[in-house]
């Protein structure tokens, strides 16, 4: 079978581990195979952004911020076309084991550009001309998938902050550990598994906008990581519906409509 190979990556088999991830089917975390950690969702929960959000997904607890659209200086920088999206993804020093030391590094550099990416396919950036739209995620604790709950939580913060969308984005990933096909890898899975295969989709068209894989899978494993991914991130998108509509209805009764 042909393995698909991305990246300097070691794989379980290389490294040396003392923790049994697996055992009668169960994860260390109590988890069957396809099952999702614990995810709660909240919107509105900055009162200087524009719109906002916060997510606890297992042991992550994510905040996501938005500003604009916004006039944008230096003037260079405007497009008279469409609106600029910038997100910053930040890992927060306290936020794992290891203090982290403060600032971007390459990790947090690439996760902002692929976050922009995946943001800006779906913001209807022509609405907007000459204008920014700033989006930051901070990871305030981390235990792997943070760039899923990044994701998830910047696209309820631009809904909550009124920026007109295609569609929104959910995002969760699914991997390979001890030779299974799990969905959701927690820290030490991410740490000792095989595989880690992040998606974030647009749930009403059907698109993926962002897949990163960090190890290797053979096709048939690829093919059953993404339908386990998807289907998570569908879950997802249900939890951050519900969580739109609640607010929407908290607000109506809040204003008497
Ligand atoms: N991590 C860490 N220190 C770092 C970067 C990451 O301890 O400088 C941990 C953190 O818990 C993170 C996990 O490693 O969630 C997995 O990181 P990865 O790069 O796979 O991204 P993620 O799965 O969080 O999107």
């Known amino acids: 079978m042909a393995e698909i190979e991305i990246g300097e990556v070691e794989t379980g088999e290389h490294i040396k581990k003392d923790i049994q991830l697996i055992k009668d089917g169960i994860r260390i975390d109590g988890r069957r195979f396809d099952e999702l950690r614990k995810i709660t969702l909240k919107l509105g929960v900055l009162k200087r952004a524009d719109g906002s959000a916060y997510v606890e997904w297992g042991k992550n607890k994510v905040l996501a911020a938005v500003y604009g659209p916004r006039e944008i200086f230096p003037k260079f920088l405007q497009n008279p076309t469409r609106s600029i999206v910038r997100c910053i993804y930040n890992l927060a020093p306290f936020s794992v084991d290891e203090r982290k030391r403060p600032g971007p590094d390459r990790r947090s550099v690439e996760i902002s550009k692929v976050s922009t990416e995946a943001l ?6 022509e609405r907007f001309p000459n204008t920014t739209i700033d989006i930051f995620i901070e990871i305030l604790q981390a235990d792997a998938g943070t760039r899923c709950a990044g994701l998830t939580a910047a ?46 989709i647009m749930p009403r068209k059907k698109g993926i906008v962002l897949l990163q894989m960090d190890g290797k899978l053979t096709r048939d494993e690829f093919d059953k990581a993404l339908k386990l991914a998807y289907d998570g991130a569908m879950k997802v998108y249900e939890m951050q519906k519900e969580t739109l509509m609640k607010n929407i209805t908290e607000v109506g009764e809040g204003d008497g409509y």
């Open 155 to 200: 696209s309820l913060a631009l809904a909550d902050a009124g920026i007109p969308m295609k569609d929104l984005i959910s995002a969760c990933a699914a991997g390979k550990i001890e030779g299974h096909v799990v969905l959701d890898l927690m820290k030490e899975e991410d740490n000792y598994g095989e595989c880690d295969l992040p998606i974030a």
């Open 120 to 125: 800006e396919s779906v913001i209807m950036c």
